[in-house]
Structures are given as C-alpha cells and as structure tokens.
C-alpha cells in the first residue's frame, strides 16, 4: 500500500506522511481488535479450532481491546507532544 499511497499524495498534492500515519493507525486497529485484522490471529483462531477450542467475537474483543488501547494511548500521547506543540 505504501505506492499506492505515495501516488495518491502525489495526485493530491499533500505530504505523504499524514496518509503514511493513517495506514499504520489502521493497520494496528485493525490487527489488534478483530480476529481477522491480522493473518496472526486467523492462524492462531484456526489452531485453537483444530484442537477443539472455540473463539467468539466477544471472547476476542475482550482481549483486543484493551491491548489495542494500551498501544493507541501512549502513541496518541507520543505524537501529541512530539508533533502537535
């Protein structure tokens, strides 16, 4: 996706590193939180199903979550400080 987004920021003719960010923001979202956001997690549901364990959505996000929290507040702080000021 990174050309693709460099072509996209050069179409639009804005700095590339906003859009960089947004990829990696979703990315991390979208790894974390749901159990099909990363080939990680598909992989370890799909052992866990063949040993006869059952994953739910909820069971997942009750995990996911806090995880994807602990990682997006420090990095939110992070960019706040080091970007916004």
């Known amino acids: 996706m990174i050309p693709v987004i460099?072509?996209?920021a050069a179409?639009?003719?804005?700095?590339p590193t906003v859009l960089y960010f947004g990829l990696l923001s979703g990315a991390t979202l979208g790894g974390n939180c749901t159990p099909i956001g990363a080939s990680a997690?598909?992989?370890?549901?799909?052992?866990?199903r063949k040993e006869g364990y059952t994953v739910k959505n909820s069971d997942f996000f009750k995990i996911g979550i806090p995880f994807t929290l602990a990682a997006i507040v420090p990095a939110y702080i992070y960019i706040w400080f080091v970007y916004g000021m």
């Open 6 to 8: 460099g072509g996209l």
């Open 11 to 15: 179409t639009m003719q804005v700095d």
């Open 41 to 48: 997690n598909i992989t370890g549901i799909g052992i866990l």
